[in-house]
């Protein structure tokens, strides 16, 4: 197979010559690595980091293979092999004591304590914080819900405001609302920045789809609805212009960094949003897209590299930073290469 190039050889004349094309001379050793378009580093990942109120000893979380839930002070031993691993941010999610039908323990508890002890052993490793009520509340919804089961938006987020701030006095670098409550954005900004916190950056779930992928975080944090589902405050599946008015009102509300989630079922989201607003992208892979793998490579079904691949696709659809459960995995991988 040949194509034709026209070359200028002068103002006035082109010469056509014939050359033959061969893509493969660039997937030699060494000039593959040259031309690689997608980089995939250690820097690019945020591990999830699980702490239990409610223990003495990390416990193994059956659900997530390879996770616990930590104790504060295990937490912190956890944080500091996370950068030591070159992992620059980590996101907590909490397991309170005590629930209610506010959430109320969310305000100060397990979470906060998190975040001081580790900026205090780990100061350089950046914390991010979901900020949300799903594990806090008794019925597991995402907010303050009234007689009929239906959000209450304007209680929920004077609560959102409330733990967030909580958050920013503990040390928080990245506050992460990810209810999906309409106005959070704009009223947890509003809130920080009025206590003088502007300096805490604002990392939204702004695009949540309702997915069957999260089975396997709400078993590892109990945080299954006693009641109903998600569906009337998480994005339909089949939605994708839906996706670009939520990035765009979050973007008007104050937002820093966008986040997607799931990944790998949403590609073309990920792609879509970079395409149209040219921001930072958070991509969350969860717990499902975490156990599929995980599964198929324990059983030999897959290798390893099934892991970099992945996570590679979500970068090359346009995301900047992926939350993955192959965090770690995966970073003394790409550290061996």
Known sequence: MTTSYALPTSSLNVRLINVPVRPARLRQKGIRTLVRETSLQAQDLICPLFVDENLRTPAPIRSLPG??????????????DILELDIPAVIVFGMPRDKDETGSSA???????TICAIKTSVPELTIIADTCLCEYTSHGHCGIIDEAGVIRTEPTLDMLQRIATSYARAGVDIVAPSGMIDGMVGAIRSKLDEERFDAVSLMPYAVKYCSSFYDPFRDAVDSKCTFGDRSAYQMDPANSNEAVREVRLDLEEGADIIMIKPALPYLDIIYRVKQTFD?????????????????????????DEAIFETLLSIKRAGADMIISYFAKEAARGLASR
């Open 279 to 303: 921001v930072p992208i958070a991509a969350y892979s969860v717990s499902g897209e975490y156990a599929m793998l995980r599964a198929a490579i324990d059983k030999g079904q897959l290798t």
């Open 107 to 113: 305000l100060s508890g397990v979470v906060q304590d």
């Open 67 to 80: 996770f616990c839930r930590h104790t504060v002070e295990t937490a912190v031993r956890e944080a500091a």
